[in-house]
């Protein structure tokens, strides 16, 4: 099973900047799809961004031109850079996995980490 730990979050102004970090238990390279999500109070549980080993990226509308995920495959981790961030971005932060093992698709999840915009 992977797991994963991530960390921060925090508290920001609004136009403000934060980096979260996803550490990966296992290679990078054992994982199809390393992603963000997202929960508010009483919302359900939304992609941010996700990218594929290949590198390949998705963004919900939400957050184009605003944040950027890479990874580092030397460290098994996966970073997401929030930029210009708004008080609708508040939330609990889930960092996911999905990956393949004895021909079944598994998603891993980290705890979560929060993060708090203040306007």
């Known amino acids: 099973q992977v797991q994963l730990m991530e960390s921060g979050g925090g508290l920001v102004q609004a136009g403000g900047s934060l980096r979260l970090s996803c550490a990966a238990s296992?290679?990078?390279?054992?994982?199809?799809?390393m992603g963000w999500y997202r929960q508010a109070p009483g919302k359900q549980r939304d992609l941010v961004a996700s990218i594929t080993t290949g590198g390949k990226t998705n963004y919900a509308d939400s957050v184009k031109g605003r944040f950027t995920i890479s990874r580092d495959n030397a460290k098994d981790t996966v970073y997401l850079q929030m930029n210009s961030l708004k008080p609708e971005d508040a939330a609990v932060y889930y960092c996911?996995?999905?990956?393949?093992?004895?021909?079944?698709?598994?998603?891993?999840w980290g705890q979560g980490t929060q993060v708090t915009v203040s306007s």
């Open positions: 996911n996995a999905r990956y393949a093992q004895f021909g079944f698709n598994y998603d891993s």
């Open positions: 296992v290679s990078m390279f054992r994982i199809s799809v």
